[in-house]
């Protein structure tokens, strides 16, 4: 509101002489300033998100052609404005845009690197409402990442692993590409007759017509882009509900079910012990996607996790921990990727304690055992230094060893009560490692300024408290 009154109050009377003097100084001038950003200044991805907008819902259409690996997509995206916007940026990189609209109006567009520029006919103002359409058709290619590894739209031999941590979302639709962002879903995509198509939240429906199969997924609860999956292969399904009212979705390559089935099987017991521990399950839909694609990860796709082959209980335990911290409770930063796998990994130590194998001490014993020349001590976890290293042993096992050494500290009924609350308070959200070591120094009462700094941010491997 107060901002609306400043706008106002400019273009009456104050300022006047000051547009004059940007429509001296020419149209350039006068875009800059109401141009939305390329990035939301991420350190390490500068130019993942756009600033000026928000998305609230992301209608995506896709048709994918498994034989030829062309993919046609409409994207309809509900967004509003934050600022006064002459420009905004999309992040969308490698398929050919056929159309784009703004509230139905012809926009002007360029490419540019990953960020789609559009202009829309009309300057959009501060709080406004917005709906941008963007047809799009192609064979989408995935991204690589600052460590080598590949994420985006990656074809298989019989559809497509569609994984987007960090930045693949890109690959195959236009998007506000940041976990800061958070956006409601419809995902319909249409398959040749015979394959499956998976994502995010519940089946709506699925209908089979001139030899081509159309499912139509919904995410209701907010989801950072990189989360959202529309994985394609050949799969075995199994539906089913749990005791607690959770609706799983499995999709399995045959390939893979021999090995995946007893894994798989244990969902809704893992789900059951990860609510008890960490506070009410985050969505309505659960379930898993196994499809053999190579290429080295899991990812927790929201609402249903997606594994390369068939999970070992372990990494069914880590992704599925991510729906609690990652998924529902989000990064505003890369750097700050230790609240996601740290976390995830701990849930791994703590399940396997909690079920008579190895104890979280132990694990962290063994670990602390290493050399200091070991990888494990090459960057602290809250301070990977760059996009190359998110993904780094550090970040994963070092991230779970300093919440091993937070429990230690506050003891283990204030510690479960930190992380229950940090899911709780951040639901549907977001959280920084700032307010994680606030919410620990309050539910504790103790100042554990060292012991943050210790593990997470002094580099080299750490002295025993
Ligand atoms: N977050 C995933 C996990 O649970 C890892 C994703 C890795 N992504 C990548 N592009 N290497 O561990
Ligand atoms: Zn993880």
Do not use: C
């Not at 602390?368 to 994963?396: C, E, H, M, Q």
């Amino acid at each position: 509101k107060t901002r609306r009154q400043t706008v106002r109050r400019t273009t009456t009377t104050l300022t006047v002489p000051v547009a004059v003097a940007a429509l001296l100084a020419g149209a350039g001038t006068a875009v800059a300033d109401t141009a939305g950003t390329s990035g939301v200044g991420d350190p390490y991805f500068p130019l993942a998100g756009n600033g000026g907008y928000h998305v609230e819902h992301y209608g995506l259409t896709l048709r994918y052609d498994t034989g030829s690996r062309h993919l046609d997509g409409t994207a309809v995206l509900t967004a509003r404005a934050t600022q006064r916007l002459t420009r905004f940026d999309l992040d969308f990189k490698g398929l050919k845009v056929t159309g784009l609209t703004v509230d139905r109006a012809a926009a002007g567009f360029r490419r540019d690197g990953q960020e789609l520029v559009v202009t829309p006919r009309r300057t959009l103002h501060p709080g406004q409402e917005f709906r941008v359409k963007v047809t799009y058709s192609g064979v989408p290619k995935k991204v690589t990442d600052p460590d080598g590894s590949a994420d985006g739209w990656i074809a298989t031999d019989d559809g497509a692993f569609v994984a987007g941590e960090p930045q693949g979302a890109m690959t195959w639709f236009p998007a506000n590409n940041h976990p800061k962002d958070k956006s409601s879903y419809d995902i319909t995509i249409t398959v040749p007759k015979g394959r499956t198509a998976v994502s995010n939240g519940a089946l709506l429906s699925r209908r089979t017509a001139h030899g081509r199969t159309t499912f139509h997924w919904r995410q209701t609860e907010p989801m950072a882009a990189y989360l959202a999956t529309a994985t394609v292969g050949k799969f075995k399904v199994e539906q089913y509900t749990t005791r607690d009212g959770l609706h799983v979705y499995n999709a399995v390559d045959p390939r893979e079910a021999a090995a995946a089935a007893p894994v798989l099987k244990q969902l809704p017991s893992v789900l059951k012990w990860e609510s008890k521990v960490f506070g009410p399950y985050p969505f309505r839909d659960a379930g898993s996607i196994v499809d053999r694609a190579h290429v080295g990860y899991a990812l927790e796709t929201q609402s249903r996790p997606l594994y390369d082959e068939a999970p070992d209980l372990g990494t069914l335990v880590h992704e599925n921990a991510h729906q609690w911290f990652g998924d529902s409770v989000s990064l505003t930063s890369w750097k700050d990727i230790w609240l996601n796998e740290g976390f995830a990994t701990y849930a791994e130590w703590l399940y396997s304690e909690q079920h008579g194998a190895s104890t979280a001490q132990k694990i962290f014993d063994t670990l602390y055992a290493r050399p200091a020349s070991d990888g494990l001590w090459a960057f602290p976890p809250g301070n990977p230094g760059s996009g190359k290293n998110i993904f780094g042993t550090p970040v994963y096992a070092r991230g779970a060893m300093a919440l091993h050494e937070l429990r230690r500290a506050v003891g283990d009924p204030v510690f479960f009560r930190i992380l229950r609350d940090w899911a709780g308070r951040h639901r549907g959200g977001h959280g920084t490692t700032e307010q994680f070591v606030n919410l620990a120094r309050q539910e504790s009462g103790k100042d554990l300024n060292s012991l943050f700094q210790t593990w997470l941010y002094a580099p080299g491997k750490p002295n025993k408290a």
